[in-house]
């Protein structure tokens, strides 16, 4: 992370998302926060990658609506589980590839900076 630490890159990063008007709800989600809280060191969304987006955000949502779905319709219908498994793969890469094309297209259009340069 070169010379400067994580704290200050974050603050550095609050300060930038507010100037460009990225409302810091979506710039620093409550999962971010919540991460932090446990002591890991995420990156905030607008500062990581396509891939890191796309996986961090598509993988919890497609086991959330896999076993929502699980628990209120499909068990009832006896939905085969290769299919539950693929509709879980399936909407998960789907939620997680808008989200990060929306993602990083804000921060290209707010010209924020990489997360090296903070």
Same mark, same amino acid.
């Given at each position: 992370?070169?010379?400067?630490?994580?704290? /200050?890159?974050?603050?550095?990063?609050?300060?930038?998302?507010?100037?460009?008007?990225?409302?810091?709800?979506?710039?620093?989600?409550?999962?971010? =926060?919540?991460?932090?809280?446990?002591? #890991?060191?995420?990156?905030?969304?607008?500062? %990581? %990658? #396509?891939?890191?987006?796309?996986?961090?955000?598509?993988?919890? #949502?497609?086991?959330?609506?896999g076993?929502?779905?699980?628990?209120?319709?499909?068990?009832? /219908?006896?939905?085969?589980?290769?299919l539950?498994?693929?509709?879980?793969?399936?909407?998960?890469?789907?939620?997680? #590839?808008?989200?990060?094309?929306?993602? =990083? =297209?804000?921060?290209?259009?707010?010209?924020? %900076?990489?997360?090296?340069?903070?």
């Open positions: 992370m070169g010379n400067r630490s994580y704290d /200050e890159r974050v603050a550095k990063a609050e300060a930038e998302l507010v100037a460009a008007g990225i409302n810091l709800s979506n710039g620093m989600p409550p999962v971010f =926060r919540l991460m932090r809280a446990a002591g #890991f060191q995420p990156r905030p969304p607008h500062y %990581s %990658s #396509f891939n890191r987006i796309a996986l961090s955000m598509g993988a919890p #949502f497609g086991l959330l609506f076993g929502v779905m699980w628990l209120v319709v499909w068990s009832d /219908e006896g939905m085969p589980m290769p539950v498994l693929a509709a879980v793969v399936l909407s998960g890469a789907l939620f997680g #590839f808008a989200m990060a094309y929306l993602t =990083r =297209r804000a921060a290209e259009k707010h010209g924020l %900076s990489d997360w090296e340069e903070l």
